[in-house]
């Protein structure tokens, strides 16, 4: 299909969406003049007021036809006098692809490279263009396999699906709003018509009436059917335009592995959902792990540390890699499954371009700790750059840990105030166990109704692991607080705790510490034992 039909197919369709409004806003007018006519005077009016109100939202629909502008991605913008390397890849896979190369880079903190295009005329003209490119990308990518996607992506352009984009997006946008629309009244007059019924319950017990049960399953039933037909009409939009922004994916495969090569092109498609999961994985329990205390790691090392923690779980990510997700996103992915990719691109024959640029995609860049840096600067909010930086990873980690302890949050906490009206040390509550009071505290405990129920060494079982797990925090905490406590940074798994050594000079095992404290006949010795160990050295673990 070539561009002119399919900016015509677009158009029609986002034409589509008007006159279903149109259509009906008519048809409310058409129910409104046979109401007036045939229908009670009173019921009529109430009827009309109804229609009156569903076609607010659908004449607020059909005068939406300016959408905002599309605000540019946050990012780093860099110059060819920045990174000219980077520059002269593009340019040359743009000559390649037989294409204009964009005019324009956008380093991103995202696992992502997408192009865009400000095109005119409904997208038959040609406009300025941009390429998003994802940092994440480059620190975990071979050249060859950025090559693969940058081919990719600039296969869009040489294909004009840029130039398409803003008006599919716009039509998918007005839809989206319309439908919206709807399901806000619908929820608004749902909650009115709860508080409605809770007033008259709220009166009805005050006279000694039985309440009735809120039932507001009819409350904007109106809006929620005009809302479903958009929904219809959405289904309809969607996967009108899914098939072909599916070939449109075939076709820039098939176009960066004609120029990078099939085996490059198909490990970047194997990848980049691995990258994908990793770098959610590193945002949650590395990057962002001291922003609850207003803590970051060292300048450039909110992006930079992906790439080390990459190289040392390279053996995790094997299995994710040899086995690509089967299935899109959602129904209307506009991507296909990376396995179906994956599948197409390895069936091409041998082309013998396996050994090409095997270099780490970080190394186009001229300086990535400058970088690095500098995109912090782009992505991160005002108020984030504001939080303390830590001189690395390791003071990182032992300020998170030590702020955290502080917290006292845990169930037996909550427990122990509610039993002793106290607040809880864990010389305290080692007392009070050393007292024979332990299964008294647990009854204060959050507790499920067979919990509850239970007695005896039935009850004991059922509160032990919330017991167990709670003094331990609460071990840890004392421990930090003594200064016998050591946190270990690591790349490779979660943060390794260093407690004093047991008696024989093995590391201890706090399990093993804790479990006497919360057995059948409870035995603090062991834990106390551990607490009255010298604080070591500073820098010993």
């Not at 390895?346 to 400058?370: I, K, N, Q, S, V």
Request: with cysteine.
């Amino acid at each position: 299909m070539g561009t002119t039909l399919r900016a015509l197919r677009a158009l029609l369709l986002l034409a589509g969406f008007y006159l279903l409004g149109v259509l009906l806003l008519a048809a409310l007018a058409g129910a409104d003049y046979l109401l007036l006519l045939h229908a009670p005077t009173s019921l009529a009016g109430k009827l009309v007021i109804v229609s009156v109100l569903l076609a607010i939202p659908l004449v607020r629909g059909l005068f939406m036809l300016r959408t905002p502008q599309d605000e540019e991605m946050a990012g780093l913008p860099v110059t060819e006098a920045d990174e000219p390397e980077l520059w002269r890849t593009v340019r040359e896979l743009a000559d390649e692809v037989g294409t204009a190369g964009p005019s324009r880079i956008v380093l991103t903190a995202d696992v992502n490279a997408a192009v865009a295009e400000d095109a005119r005329l409904l997208g038959l003209l040609p406009g300025p263009r941009r390429l998003y490119l994802g940092v994440p990308l480059l620190q975990g990518l071979s050249q060859a396999q950025l090559r693969a996607v940058l081919a990719h992506e600039l296969g869009h352009y040489s294909n004009s699906d840029t130039r398409l984009s803003a008006l599919t997006v716009r039509g998918r946008a007005q839809v989206l709003r319309t439908i919206r629309h709807f399901e806000q009244r619908a929820d608004r007059t749902a909650a009115r018509e709860q508080a409605k019924q809770e007033k008259k319950n709220t009166k009805a017990e005050a006279k000694g009436k039985q309440a009735k049960e809120v039932d507001t399953g009819n409350a904007g039933i109106t809006y929620r059917a005009m809302a479903k037909i958009y929904v219809g009409y959405a289904k309809l939009y969607f996967r009108a335009t899914l098939s072909v922004s599916r070939r449109q994916e075939y076709a820039a495969d098939a176009a960066a592995a004609r120029i990078t090569g099939r085996d490059a092109t198909a490990s970047a498609l194997r990848e980049i959902p691995v990258l994908d999961g990793a770098f959610d994985f590193y945002m949650d329990c590395y990057a962002t792990l001291g922003t609850g205390q207003e803590l970051l790691p060292p300048r450039g090392e909110m992006f930079g540390g992906f790439g080390r923690m990459l190289s040392a779980r390279q053996l995790e990510l094997v299995d994710r890699r040899d086995n690509p997700p089967t299935g899109p996103s959602s129904p209307y992915d506009s991507h296909p499954p990376i396995a179906e990719r994956v599948r197409r691109i390895e069936g091409l024959p041998d082309d013998g371009r396996a050994d090409e640029a095997r270099g780490a995609a970080l190394d186009l860049l001229a300086d990535p700790r400058r970088t690095l840096a500098e995109l912090e600067d782009a992505v991160l909010t005002e108020e984030v750059r504001r939080f303390r930086r830590t001189a690395d990873w390791q003071e990182l980690l032992d300020l998170v840990m030590a702020q955290s302890f502080r917290a006292g949050t845990s169930p037996l906490h909550r427990a122990y105030v509610a039993y002793t009206n106290e607040q809880p040390t864990l010389t305290a509550l080692l007392d009070l166990i050393e007292d024979g009071r332990l299964w008294q505290l647990a009854k204060r405990l959050p507790l499920s109704d067979e919990a509850a129920a239970a007695q005896g060494r039935v009850f004991r079982e059922f509160v032990r692991p919330t017991l167990h797990r709670s003094l331990t925090g609460m071990a840890l905490a004392e421990l930090n607080t003594r200064g016998l406590l050591r946190w270990e940074f690591s790349w490779e798994r979660s943060a390794i705790p260093h407690l004093p050594p047991a008696v024989d000079g093995t590391e201890t095992d706090l399990d093993e510490v804790v479990a006497p404290a919360v057995a059948d006949t409870p035995d603090t010795a062991p834990l106390r034992a551990l607490l009255t160990h010298e604080s070591p050295q500073r820098g010993a673990l």
